[in-house]
């Protein structure tokens, strides 16, 4: 019940390749998230996944069958917009119902599920309002709804939260996970905040210009990047990449995360001079221009005070130190 | 306006401006309204001045009613623009519709070419359009004023609405089709609710060239049977004598349709010429 498998599927509009050759196997039950930079295919691929674009080649199996030639409506799947895309002229309660009641479901059935889903997402004081009357928030909480009615086989999100401010955004997010547990569904997540990537996902696909970098649990791209890519990518702040060459190393680049390094007053590997400090209480963010390392972030847990024009020695923490090749794989 | 943006001298300028369109764009309807309810001599000997308890008489409206078969003309007049907007406004949303929202081979070349009727005038072809309606025997029917004023209208119409349509998101219609929609029921129930001061719009550039049309009905359609009001109104306009009294009652009946279709239209027109402007 609910798994998905896309083999080398590739989409292009007209000469622009935009999906180039995906190969993806999702398991029953997973929770997947969809990261990369904005413009590399995420929603594409998402709407190939949901039927509502045709791929140019490949194959989109949900639950092992073929789906290239079912209408998106048949495919067991429910998907949520960035954009809520609720109908404008419908209350909620008929916003939900809709695709229900277009499928055959006798009523009493929708009813019942209207009214489990509207108690998971505190909907109830809303039913009988229409969208214009909601805030960002509850709108965005009716579109989850209006999946969650459909009860599929797959749910596909596309940036759900992404239109929210910071803190609903933590919440939203918090209730999707819940709902994930809750149903146990398989879900697929695009999103291109890494926080939602490394809280919400047991898997995480990342992609760049159309193919995919590297698959793996969150720890495993923040542990073991296969790329320069996904090293640069996952993590926040970002990490540092040094010319090797500046180092005297055989490697193209050098790569070390900004929590891997530690500063010292007096002595350390690079020295350098402080450019600027920002301070998040929890932790302290240093930009440092060091002679040989260039303009490097430095995170320290916890109050550190510099003033910019000060002197620090910066040490990496070399077992925590990646080197790439001149193709920008790692070396190992 | 808040206060801080309001000075005086703009306001007065403005206004001023305004005041002085509205009263020329207003003057010949007044005038022809004001001398419909004069006597001839009152019309000649004194054109613009308001009917005086002297010169007041409703002779002009006596002899249109008179004229039995006036209300049948308006009845011609009033099927045509109404089957012809119907028409208009609904293939011209369908294929603004699909021009908009499905990719197909020759897809801006079919917006070109159905944009061109917006530059060629319909009356270029005439004589064609006559010897089509001869062969097919519609002549002194208003099928053939419909069908005609149908061809007139697409053009703009699909031009005007396919640029609305494109701004309907997107995520919407895929909401309807992964709901199970069918492609006509997102056009009909959630594309044509958004569009509908587009819509509004359009009805009312459509409407109005076609009640005011007299080259087609007067080709097309003469006969006593299909004859239109602005055909009907030529009547009284002899080779020797001219009935302006008649003539004028005519003319100011004649608004009255079109303002009440223009009333109904308007409150989503004002929104069609702003949208976008203001979100
Ligand atoms: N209908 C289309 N016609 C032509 N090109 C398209 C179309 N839809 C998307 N593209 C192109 O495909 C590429 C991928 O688009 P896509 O929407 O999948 O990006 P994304 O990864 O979701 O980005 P974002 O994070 O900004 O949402 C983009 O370069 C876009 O310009
Ligand atoms: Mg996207």
Redesign the pocket.
């Known amino acids: 019940m609910g798994s998905l498998k896309i083999e080398n599927v590739k989409k292009a ?2 000469p ?1 390749e ?1 999906l180039k050759g995906i190969d993806l196997e999702v398991t029953d039950g997973e929770f997947v998230v969809f990261v ?10 998402l ?1 190939v996944i949901a039927g509502l674009e045709d791929s140019t080649s490949g194959r989109v199996l949900i639950d092992g069958a073929d789906v290239s030639v079912t209408p998106p409506a048949k495919r067991g799947i429910a998907m949520v917009f960035q954009t809520y895309a609720l109908y404008p002229h419908l209350t909620v309660r008929n916003n939900m119902a809709l695709g229900l009641k277009q499928a055959g479901t006798p009523s009493a059935e929708i009813e019942r599920r209207i009214k489990i889903a509207s108690a998971m997402l505190s909907l109830e004081p809303y039913l009988e309002r229409r969208p214009a009357e909601l805030s960002g928030g509850q709108r965005q909480r009716v579109a989850i709804g209006r999946a969650v009615v459909r009860e599929p086989k797959l749910f596909l999100f ?2 759900p939260l992404s239109n929210l401010d910071a803190a609903l955004r933590v919440n939203t997010r918090l209730e999707i996970a819940q709902l994930h547990r809750r149903l146990k569904a398989t879900m697929i997540y ?1 999103t ?1 905040d890494q926080v939602e990537a490394m809280t919400l996902a047991d898997k995480i696909v990342v ?1 760049n210009a159309g193919r995919i970098e590297q698959i793996g649990s969150p720890m495993e791209l923040y542990n073991s990047p296969a790329n320069e890519f996904v090293a640069g990518f996952i993590g926040s702040p970002k990490m540092n990449f040094i010319d090797g060459a500046k180092l005297g190393e055989t490697a193209k680049t050098i790569g070390v995360r900004p929590e891997h390094l530690t500063v010292d007053a007096n002595s350390g590997a690079w020295k350098g001079t402080v450019v600027h400090a920002e301070h998040l209480g929890a932790d302290t963010n240093l930009y440092l221009d060091c002679e040989k390392a260039g303009l490097i972030t430095v995170r320290i847990f916890g109050v550190y005070n510099a003033e910019p024009g000060a002197t620090l020695y910066a040490t990496p923490d070399a077992a925590k130190t990646y080197r790439f090749g001149a193709d920008g794989k790692v070396l190992r | 306006m808040s206060t801080a943006t309001r000075s005086l001298p703009r306001t007065i300028g403005a206004h001023a401006i305004l005041i002085t369109y509205t009263v020329i764009a207003l003057f010949p309807v007044i005038l022809v309204v004001m001398n419909s309810f004069k006597s001839r001599a009152g019309i000649f000997g004194a054109p613009l001045t308001p009917p005086t308890a002297k010169t007041f008489d409703l002779i002009g409206y006596t002899t249109v009613f008179g004229q039995g078969d006036f209300f049948h003309y308006f009845q011609n007049s009033l099927v045509v623009t109404v089957a012809s907007l119907f028409f208009v406004l609904l293939f011209g949303a369908m294929a603004a519709f699909a021009l908009s929202e499905y ?1 197909f081979r020759g897809n801006t070349m079919m917006g070109l070419y159905l944009a061109l009727g917006i530059m060629i005038p319909i009356r270029l072809g005439t004589v064609a359009i006559l010897q089509l309606m001869v062969a097919s025997g519609l002549v002194n029917t208003l099928t053939a004023l419909i069908l005609v004023y149908t061809a007139q209208g697409l053009p703009l119409a699909i031009f005007i609405l396919s640029e609305f349509m494109k701004q309907v998101s997107n995520d919407l219609k895929n909401a309807g089709r992964i709901d199970g929609l069918s492609e006509y029921t997102i056009f009909f129930r959630l594309v044509l609710p958004l569009v509908r001061p587009a819509m509004a719009t359009v009805a009312v550039f459509t409407m109005i060239p076609i009640w005011n049309d007299l080259w087609f009905p007067l080709i097309l359609a003469p006969s006593e049977e299909t004859k239109t009001v602005t055909l009907g109104a030529q009547l009284f306009l002899g080779q020797f004598v001219t009935n302006w009294n008649a003539i004028l009652a005519a003319l100011s009946l004649a608004i009255l349709p079109v303002l009440i279709l223009y009333v109904i239209f308007s409150r989503q027109l004002i929104r069609g010429i702003t949208s976008g402007a203001v979100k």
């Open positions: 509009f007209g622009v935009v990369g930079p904005s413009g590399c295919g995420k929603s594409t691929l709407r596309d940036e695009v291109h992609l | 990719r």
